[in-house]
């Protein structure tokens, strides 16, 4: 079938819209009509550095849509359910058995790229990012990140739960785990940050943001923020002693500054994307500090996603105060709105095509 993906076609390039064929969908594969997209600022890291070789490449890694064809196997959705999708995971190894599919022993199912699914003029097209590649208005997906969810569940709120709003809230519910009264200081007003601050907030906690623009300081505290802070200032005392603190951003000089703001036995979680940190040990040691590492907030999509959906319909979730949302042909700018910092959460929505129908994929010679 013909669908219409956003290519990155050099290193760094834009994304630009180009009509490609889809194969599919094989046995164990599913055929989603993309309707809403999230940008996350891992995309945007990506496809900076993504190698020539695998280009050109189809990103997107926080669609939402319904099911237009599953293959022989798939059981877990039907033609006309709609989905949110999540990162991919193998199913079978000791960490997925256990729970906790975010560290999945074939992590490279998320990042490597693959060319069965798409082509363009004969030539292959990489995909399958995140098992779904959700910049285009079809993708390819798989059981395992592919998750039921409410009809009438807006897709442009379903779209960012399946990476960056369940990063930030899982990170705080799942890792954290705090107690009512704690404090939780977030470094960063993306849409991870601001995400874990809704979710202290489900705890009672008293949550301070340190974020250097003005405005998203000033929506952190729309949403309940007790303080929000400009790092580039000196840190209170009164914030100098909070029992967790979170740094989405990945920069070795706000690691640095999250670490000074525990107190002892205190547990900075790590979920920004960045180089390396050079760590006072002897501070982490004689504080008893905690450091861990966060990967889509520890959770299981098929488990979490729809409990965040129950807490938006309650009214103590309201993930629509962080997104923006763009026509899927404006792409680029709304890329560049999130790296300017412009907009937290940017999501794209698709138009209804009339699209060729699909071609099951043929099975492979012996």
Known sequence: MRAQAALVETTGGPFTLRDVDIVGPGADEILVRITAAGICHTDL???????????????????????????????????????????????????????????????????????????????????????????????????????????????????????????????????????????????????????ALLAG??????????????????????????????????????????HHAIDTTGRPETISQAIDVLRRRGTLALVGIGGTANVDIMTVLAGGISIRGVIEGDADPAVFLPYLIDLHRQGRFPLERLITTYPFTEIERAAQDALTGKTVKPVLTFQDQDLSPVRPRPAPSN
């Open 45 to 195: 890291a990506m496809r900076r550095r993504w190698p020539a070789a695998r280009l050109p490449m189809v990103f997107g890694h926080e669609g939402a849509g319904v099911v237009e064809a599953v293959g022989a196997s798939v059981t877990t959705v039907a033609p006309g359910d709609q989905v949110c999708l999540s990162f991919r995971s193998c199913g079978e190894c000791v960490q997925c058995r256990a729970g906790q599919p975010a560290y999945c022993r074939l992590s490279d199912l998320n990042t490597r790229g693959v060319s069965s699914t798409l082509r363009r003029g004969g030539a292959p097209v990489f995909g399958g990012f995140f098992g779904q590649s959700s910049f285009a208005t079809h993708a390819i997906t798989y059981p395992g990140n592919t998750v039921k969810i409410p009809a009438d569940f807006p897709a442009t709120l379903a779209a960012p739960l399946g990476c960056g709003v369940q990063t930030g809230a899982g990170t705080v519910l799942n890792v954290l785990d705090p107690a009512p009264g704690e404090t939780i200081v977030i470094f960063g007003a993306g849409g991870v940050g601001l995400s």
């Open 201 to 242: 907030l489900l705890r009672d906690c008293r949550v301070i943001v340190v974020e250097p623009r003005p405005a998203r300081r000033d929506l952190a505290v729309a949403l309940g923020a007790a303080e929000a802070l400009d790092p580039a200032a000196d840190l209170p005392a009164r914030v100098l002693k909070a």
